[in-house]
Each structure stands twice: as C-alpha cells, then as structure tokens.
C-alpha cells in the first residue's frame, strides 16, 4: 500500500544508508504496483487506480 511505499522510503532514508534507502524504495514501489496490477485486474478503471495509489496514469496503462 503506499503506507509501505512511504514507510519504506522514510526509513531507507533516515538510516543514511544509499542502499537501505534502495532497497527500502524498490520493494515499497515493486508492492504499490502489484496492488495496481491487481486493481486493474478487476477492471478498476485506470483514473482510480491512479487516484488510490497515488501513480501516474502512464505506468497504470503499462501494467
């Protein structure tokens, strides 16, 4: 959700660490845009996923 999507970029970022931050930041993108790709699955239209997760319209239409 993007809790973690925030979570894991907060965190990555206040340890300092260029690789924490990293990692932190990919595996809160990679969950944001499993729950896009679930979303559209269900034949959400693309402007509310967009709207309930908070990504652009353009990497929604690639899913």
């Known amino acids: 959700h993007a809790e973690g999507h925030a979570e894991g970029h907060a965190e990555g970022h206040a340890e300092g660490h260029a690789e924490g931050f990293?990692?932190?930041?990919?595996?809160g993108h990679h969950m944001?845009?499993?729950?896009a790709r679930s979303l559209k699955q269900s034949g959400m239209k693309d402007?509310?996923?967009a709207a309930h997760t908070?990504?652009?319209?353009?990497?929604i239409r690639v899913l």
Do not use: D, R, Y
Not at 54 to 59: D, F
């Open 54 to 59: 908070g990504l652009s319209i353009s990497i």
């Open 22 to 27: 990293k990692e932190g930041f990919e595996q």
């Open 47 to 49: 402007e509310a996923i």
């Open 32 to 35: 944001i845009l499993e729950i």
